[in-house]
């Protein structure tokens, strides 16, 4: 992400621009990154405090860090055009880096999956602890 806003100057000061809309792509690109970090930070904080939500914390962390990689390697190889996925530039090696770490980690349909059994689990626990006839049988 740190190439784009070089290439997109170079690109304006040739007056080249392909994607006029380019400076809002570069900014959502940003969005993506910064909130799939937040949630990461939050999912070390839970597991180093021993939280109880750590488990449901990590799933969202990758999840969000699946989404980000995903959308953002997708929009970079969009605003480098056929430049972004040639050796001659570095976002080619993010991108697959990205999509190895969704076949070797689960990509975000599966933490999807996988926080929805969570909480799924979490609800089933909870209302047998308050249902009242889950009493001891009698006998």
Not at 43 to 65: F, R
Not at 81 to 106: C, P, Q
Request: proline share 3%.
């Amino acid at each position: 992400m740190n190439c784009a806003p070089g290439s997109t100057s170079t690109s304006r000061k040739t007056g080249n621009i392909a994607a006029p809309g380019r400076s809002s792509s570069i900014l959502h690109m940003y969005l993506e990154t910064e909130s799939a970090r937040s949630a990461v930070y939050y999912a070390a904080v839970a597991l180093q405090e021993g939280a109880a939500d750590a488990s449901a914390a990590v799933t969202i962390a990758k999840l969000y860090a699946s989404d980000a990689c995903r959308t953002v390697g997708n929009r970079g190889i969009q605003i480098h055009g056929g430049m972004g996925f040639t050796w001659e530039h570095d976002l080619h090696l993010y991108y697959r880096r990205a999509k190895a770490s969704e076949t070797m980690l689960g990509d975000a349909t599966f933490h999807r999956e996988r926080l929805a059994r969570l909480v799924v689990d979490a609800g089933a626990k909870t209302a047998r602890a308050l249902d009242p006839f889950n009493a001891a049988p009698c006998g």
